[in-house]
Nanobody
Framework: QVQLVESGGGLVQPGGSLRLSCAAS????????MGWYRQAPGKERQLVAT???????NYADSVKGRFTISRDNAKNTVYLQMNSLKPEDTAVYYC???????????????WGQGTLVTVSS
């Protein structure tokens, strides 16, 4: 069984910064893409950013230039550095990873439990 555990959420003022972390643990053979998604109240979950095992990144237009995704393959961990935060960034942020276990012949999507980010003065 594989678990993703997020940390780093909280309350921050507009213009401030936060760094989210997500560590994968359990029976892991390899991890393909990792990413962050967010869901604001009353809205659907949406992509924030993804990073491939090789380090290629993809961002939602709304966060380009403000957020940076990175990963440490040795630690099975993905990060999201969020700068110049805006009230509209308020949401529950979810970590996602495509994980292959030793017993599985394919990659499966695994989700974290979510961490709340609130941007407010």
């Amino acid at each position: 069984q594989v678990q993703l555990v997020e940390s780093g959420g909280g309350l921050v003022q507009p213009g401030g910064s936060l760094r989210l972390s997500c560590a994968a643990s359990g029976s892991i053979f390899s991890i393909n893409d990792m990413g962050w998604y967010r869901q604001a109240p009353g809205k659907e979950r949406q992509l924030v950013a993804t990073v491939t095992r090789g380090g290629s990144t993809n961002y939602a237009d709304s966060v380009k230039g403000r957020f940076t995704i990175s990963r440490d393959n040795a630690k099975n961990t993905v990060y999201l550095q969020m700068n110049s935060l805006k009230p509209e960034d308020t949401a529950v942020y979810y970590c996602n990873a495509e994980v292959r276990t030793p017993a599985s012949g394919r990659y499966l999507a695994v989700w974290g439990q979510g961490t709340l980010v609130t941007v407010s003065s």
